[in-house]
């Protein structure tokens, strides 16, 4: 028997190299390599810290950056939408990165993108970079709400953008872009994406494929899930 109480089982196997974690209260969600969470229960998809349009951000500050990093954030959305098929997709906050990022170039790639998945549910918990750069455009076809935000009426789940504690309540969120470093025999490491969970507070790693990343920001007790590749694993020690 499913110990979500609000909804009958998804048909959707897990998805490969996924993490399953149960959080207080039974809601089992799972953690996906391509750096999302998936409540299979509610249908629905999570990603925090896309961070739209930060790489034209700093190329008009005359920075030697990345091209194509639009490209790569929605090609990788589309694949947690594939391998979920997710009815509804919530972004935790920093959709988009900056007001000067927020151009012609990144809206003619992101309609189209958005007209593909007109099907979708899609909702924007506000973040404190969406904040300064404003809201997209309404042909996104996106809600706007502010946190903390209940995804599910009736569930111990809440989304937000800041790791915040609240009582009663599991909060998903995103903020802190975090990673752990793994350390091999020769002194080789290699730093890595990561879920952090915490009986209240699961904060996803940044989804955006130009954003900083910081490992002094987890909870000294948390559990640790890193992004190896094409799989999540839990990691026991980290730095």
């Not at 951000?57 to 091209?67: D, I, K, S, W």
């Not at 802190?176 to 490491?189: E, F, I, K, Q, S």
């Not at 990343?213 to 694993?233: E, H, K, N, W, Y």
Request: aromatic share 8%; with cysteine.
């Amino acid at each position: 028997m499913n110990a979500d109480p609000f909804f009958a089982p998804s048909p959707i196997a897990p998805p490969a190299g996924a993490q399953a974690i149960t959080l207080p209260g039974g809601t089992t969600v799972w953690l996906l390599p391509q750096r999302a969470v998936w409540w299979p229960a509610a249908r629905t998809a999570f990603v925090a810290d896309v961070h739209f349009g930060k790489a034209a951000t700093f190329r008009r500050a005359g920075q030697p950056v990345p091209h194509g990093t639009t490209a790569d954030n929605l090609a990788r959305l589309d694949a947690v939408l594939a391998v979920t098929g997710a009815q509804h997709l919530v972004f935790l906050g920093d959709f988009l990165h900056a007001r000067s990022g927020a151009a012609d170039a990144l809206w003619g790639q992101l309609l189209p993108w958005r007209e593909r998945h007109a099907g979708i549910r899609m909702t924007l918990v506000r973040g404190n970079h969406d904040l300064h750069a404003g809201d997209p455009p309404a042909a996104l076809g996106i809600t706007l709400v502010d946190e903390p935000w209940q995804p599910v009426e009736g569930a111990e789940v809440l989304a937000c953008h800041h790791p915040l504690g609240i009582e009663g309540s599991t909060v998903l969120a995103g903020h802190l872009h975090p990673t752990v470093t793994l350390y091999g025999l020769a002194r080789d490491a290699a730093r890595l994406p990561c879920f952090a969970f915490t009986p209240g507070l699961l904060v996803l790693p940044a989804f955006g494929a130009f954003t900083g990343t910081s490992s002094q920001s987890i909870a000294p007790l948390a559990q640790r899930f890193a992004v190896v590749g094409d799989r999540v694993v839990e990691v026991r020690s980290s730095s």
